[in-house]
């Protein structure tokens, strides 16, 4: 048997001054393992660590859900695997959780630090999947689920990664698609869609007060936006082209708005939650305890209703009437938690039709 040849010692990315820039230089933060005394001050500082995810509302959420030992759990969004690392000791011995997430290049990497801590098979079920469809675990789950934990959006590693597109704070390719490996990017999708389907897009998914004016200067460029930083570009000219007294606050919060309605129309976003809201019922258990984390008005406006809906008809015996917030010292210490708001629901013993 031939040994393979030692692989050479490769130096990490230098930079220039004190502090790493940019996001491949952070070789600490992208090390938490091995720099864990770094990791928790820059967490002390109310800051997240590049590459990393800090759950939100863990202490409310594992009060909703009161998973139990030999309980079965769901979790929609997997992430970096902050829920689903509180949880499941919980259902422990006898329970399992079954996590699902579509970021094929984040669910290896967390999947290998799960199970690094001794989350083996049976315990925790990783499925590369959309949380739309839940229903397609059902029979693995025997029947049901006794909690469901939704956290919707993006993760601080896909914000943090210039490489995904998903902010305009750094340049990178214009793509914000949770999974690169299907459908087509944001770029892609400002060369096809017309302004006037481009604004209502805007108004619906992020309420954008300037829909119109942005989509028209997007729309006027003679060259496609294709990166980040170019789109950033457009919108701020846009605005201040159109709207000359708007601040420089008020321009970024817009660059927000539109960065985010692409993402939620580049990943189907509502048409996945819709469904998922849909086929929740008839995943829990009698009993089952449901919470759905969401960070924006159109997603809080589809649980809302959803829940609201379900409790007229008898299918929940109970719901949250009205959302819950990140706690103040969480909000201080996690600023990116802030505009986070938590529904619960409990399912009845009534047949879902």
């Known amino acids: 048997m031939t040994e393979e040849a030692p692989q050479p010692h490769k130096r990490r990315v230098r930079y220039s001054g004190k502090h790493p820039r940019s996001f491949e230089q952070k070789y600490k933060e992208l090390d938490p393992a091995k720099y864990a005394d770094q990791i928790a001050h820059i967490i002390a500082k109310g800051l997240t660590p590049a590459g990393t995810h800090r759950p939100i509302c863990v202490d409310e959420i594992l009060r909703i859900l009161d998973p139990k030992p030999g309980e079965t759990a769901f979790d929609a969004t997997l992430g970096y695997g902050g829920h689903t690392r509180r949880l499941l000791p919980r259902l422990l011995p006898g329970g399992r959780l079954f996590a699902v997430d579509v970021d094929t290049m984040e669910m290896p990497k967390t999947e290998a630090r799960l199970r690094a801590e001794g989350f083996g098979p049976e315990a925790l ?36 990664n210039p490489e995904r597109g998903f902010t305009f704070k750094a340049d990178g390719p214009l793509d914000l698609r949770l999974n690169p490996e299907r459908g087509r ?18 108004a619906e998914n992020a309420d954008e007060p300037h829909a119109r004016v942005i989509a028209a200067a997007i729309k006027a460029c003679p060259v496609p936006p294709a990166t980040t930083a170019a789109l950033a570009a457009v919108i701020s000219a846009g605005l201040k082209a159109a709207q000359g007294k708007l601040t420089g606050d008020e321009v970024k919060k817009s660059m927000q708005r539109v960065f985010m309605a692409l993402r939620i129309e580049v990943n189907d976003e509502f048409s996945a939650l819709d469904r998922f809201l849909q086929a929740l019922p008839w995943c829990l258990k009698p009993g089952g305890r449901a919470a759905i984390l969401t960070f924006h008005s159109g997603e809080d406006r589809r649980v809302k209703k959803a829940f609201a809906k379900g409790e007229a008809e008898g ?27 938590l529904r619960w629901a409990v399912r009845s013993d009534k047949p879902a039709v």
């Open 125 to 160: 079920v990783i499925r590369k999947m959309n949380y739309a469809g839940v229903l397609g675990l059902l029979g693995e789950a025997g029947g049901g689920f006794d909690c469901v934990l939704a956290d919707l959006g993006v993760s601080s590693m896909q914000l943090d």
């Open 185 to 202: 990017p944001a770029s892609e999708f400002l060369k096809a869609v017309s302004a006037e389907k481009l604004a209502a897009l805007l």
């Open 315 to 341: 299918i929940y015996s109970s719901v949250a009437p009205t959302p819950a917030r990140p706690s103040p010292a969480e909000r201080r210490s996690n600023p990116r938690s802030a505009c986070a708001k």
